[in-house]
């Protein structure tokens, strides 16, 4: 039993075996570019600040990608030695560039498919706050800094954690600590003036998506039977195709692109979530195996 995750046995035989075929993730790689409107995204954020709420343009990146997992489970499991795998918590990792220097942070954000774009805004902007600071450390900088220490085990130390990875005992402290231990990586390049990539898997760890957003470009769109020219925000995405089908990826992202030219869609929680197993968080909302049981006999005895 591993502590980030529960196996998933009801998919098809072809995504059982696949993972047998391609063992590493960064040999089951898909890549795709998804544009969305700039005028969209940046229209509501004017519209929430005359509303006094501060909501930035990656609040509702995160916020519809929350969202989307709400709708589509599957894109939030991993596969580790060949076996597919439900994540029990959704996460995604960020690189924070601190202030006056060339130093980042990597960590990562704990978010609920309940939450809303404003709850996913106040946490992104603590997780900032938290990490912006010149002489500020998270986890995983003291866990980097403590390998560093020692250069001469720096290998065994990493091949030791990768075994444990493996088969399933790394520690939940490791898996909390690890940036390649999430949902999803989100690198936000347009914030360095640069453009779009497509930014490589990790074999370590349980990643299955990367998402970088770049530069606004402008492309041409045909409005009412003219051609103009269009703001877009372009996002590279790459992948593991061992967890969905492309079919299921088509429609996942047809859904998190609905939530970005609509981010109003976001204010309200999800009225009907979509999950393999209930979240941790979750579990409050639903009734153990024997209060369930007590429910059925009670409304036998109503009948």
């Known amino acids: 039993m591993r502590a980030d995750g529960k196996l998933v046995t009801n998919v098809s035989s072809m995504y059982l075996v696949a993972p047998y075929i391609m063992r590493r993730r960064s040999d089951s790689m898909n890549m795709i570019e998804i544009e969305t409107p700039y005028d969209n995204i940046h229209q509501y ?16 990146v995160y916020a519809a990608y929350c969202r989307t997992v709400s709708q589509f489970p599957a894109l939030n499991r991993f596969v580790v030695h060949s076996r597919v795998y439900a994540r029990n918590e959704l996460a995604v990792a960020m690189v924070v560039l601190r202030p006056g220097d060339e130093n980042e942070t990597m960590g990562k954000i704990k978010f609920d498919i309940n939450d809303t774009i404003f709850d996913v805004n106040d946490k992104l902007n603590k997780y900032v706050e938290d990490n912006d600071k010149s002489n500020s450390n998270n986890s995983f900088d003291d866990t980097l800094r403590n390998i560093a220490c020692r250069p001469l085990i720096i290998r065994p130390i990493v091949n030791f954690l990768m075994w444990l990875d493996k088969i399933g005992l790394l520690p939940k402290s490791a898996i909390d600590a690890s940036p390649f231990h999430e949902s999803m990586v989100f690198t936000n390049l347009a914030s360095i003036k640069t453009n779009y990539i497509f930014h490589h898997v990790y074999d370590f760890g349980t990643c299955s998506m990367i998402l970088a957003m770049g530069n606004t470009i402008e492309t041409p769109q045909k409005v009412n039977g003219e051609v103009v020219l269009k703001k877009m925000i372009p996002f590279g995405l790459v992948m593991d195709e061992r967890i969905a089908s492309g079919y299921y990826y088509a429609q996942a992202f ?31 909302r639903f009734p153990s195996k024997k209060e369930q049981k007590a429910q059925r006999k009670a409304a036998k005895k109503t009948k």
């Open 45 to 60: 954020v004017l519209e929430q600040r005359k509303q006094g709420r501060k909501i930035s343009h990656m609040a509702i």
């Open 254 to 284: 047809a859904e998190l692109k609905k939530y970005l030219e609509n981010p109003a869609l976001l204010e309200t929680p999800p009225t009907d979530l979509k999950y393999d197993f209930p979240f941790p968080t979750l579990s409050a």
